[in-house]
């Protein structure tokens, strides 16, 4: 039950042991296998394809928007919390009560109307929101 801890001519070995290092980055990609579909903010929705998509401008400092997600079946949702139109323009209105200046990202699912997302606006108007920008996704060419 001797251990070798030389080579042929009894120095050390130069050899990588592999297996530690497999287990170590198996472990670790399970690890983000299971925690990237959480760090999705809002509900799930298929955003439609734009051409062409504008990126944040110089000096804008707020990448934490409010995140509005419209389903295909028309419901409401603020981060994971779903709302009708009512407790919709409430919660806005609380939440820009204390920042007044807060972006609100509204995505909309591609299966809506021009009409249902225009009414969605309309509530987030009333709750006086300044900012409102729509998340789209980019076409691949």
């Keep these: 039950m001797g251990m070798s801890v030389g080579g042929p001519q009894g120095g050390p070995k130069s050899e990588i042991n592999v297996t530690p290092l497999v287990d170590v980055v198996l472990v670790l990609l399970i690890i983000f296998m299971v925690i990237t579909p959480m760090l999705q903010r809002g509900k799930s929705v298929t955003l439609p394809k734009a051409a062409k998509v504008e990126g944040q401008k ?5 990448p934490d928007p409010v995140i509005l997600s419209v389903t295909a079946d028309k419901k409401m949702f603020v981060e994971q919390d ?11 209105k609380d939440t ?16 809506l109307t021009v009409g249902d997302v225009r009414q969605v606006m309309e509530v987030t108007r009333k709750a006086k ?6 998340g789209v996704e980019e076409q691949k060419n």
């Design 58 to 62: 110089e000096g804008e400092t707020d």
């Design 129 to 134: 929101a300044k900012k409102i920008f729509l």
């Design 96 to 111: 820009l009560a204390y920042l007044p200046n807060k972006k609100i990202l509204l995505k909309g699912d591609s299966a």
């Design 82 to 92: 779903e709302y009708d139109a009512a407790a919709l323009e409430a919660k806005l």
